[in-house]
């Protein structure tokens, strides 16, 4: 790693550093907030502060952990290699890769029941946001299997390759048939009880994403150990 190359580490690490402890302050005011906030109210009255609560821990867990790993003590990065950063940061994608999906599924089966009361008319908005975070999951784990995210197009470079786009091909192959069989069954579930089709099109899509990320990061670590 030249001089150039270790000034623009050491800045980038420091806006990590920095903006992980700020997303980690924003976090903990919203949780004081939403909590403050929460006291003494139920049901749909509780929805947005509960929101705020659940994004705020969210944002603490996310911001400390950016901060951790860019923390200033830290000097182990120095000395590490094109090769090093790139095992690193493709370790780090298929670990997201396997970590996403999981969620996805996880909030997919908490949101069954809320897709029911939406489609019956008897949904609120806590239903509509417990239906859109496992479609924003799906999405997010398919933009880091594409390569769309912030971090694989910063580092590009070192996660793009021949052989990650051959892997890329035959992980989104066989998310787009689970996708479209998952479709065409939701379709049919619709035409008769429309309550089901639209649970199997969250499915569907949950599914979809999850396959893309397991099948990329399963597919990417063969290929390691291969190697």
Known sequence: MDEQELARTRRERARKFYGGLALAFVGLAAVAVGWVVAQGKSGDAATGPGFAVGLGAAFVLGGALVAWTARPGNRGWMSQG????????????????FLFPLVALIFTGLAI????????????????????L????????????????????????????????AIRARAMTAAFLV????????????????????????????AAGATAGVRFAWLDREAGQDG
């Open 179 to 206: 996708l479209m069989i998952g479709a065409t069954a939701a379709l049919g579930l619709a035409l008769a009880r429309p309550q089901l089709g639209a649970v199997a099109l969250l499915v569907a899509l949950a």
């Open 134 to 165: 496992p479609v924003l999951y799906a999405w997010l784990t398919a933009a880091i299997a594409m390569g769309w995210d912030g971090q694989s197009r910063r580092n590009r470079r070192f996660l793009e390759d021949e052989l990650t786009l």
């Open 113 to 132: 029941e809320p897709a029911n009361e939406i489609v019956s008319g008897a949904g609120g908005l806590r239903d509509y946001l417990s239906v859109t």
């Open 82 to 97: 094109s090769q090093g950063k790139r095992e690193r940061l493709q370790g780090q994608r298929s670990r997201q890769l």
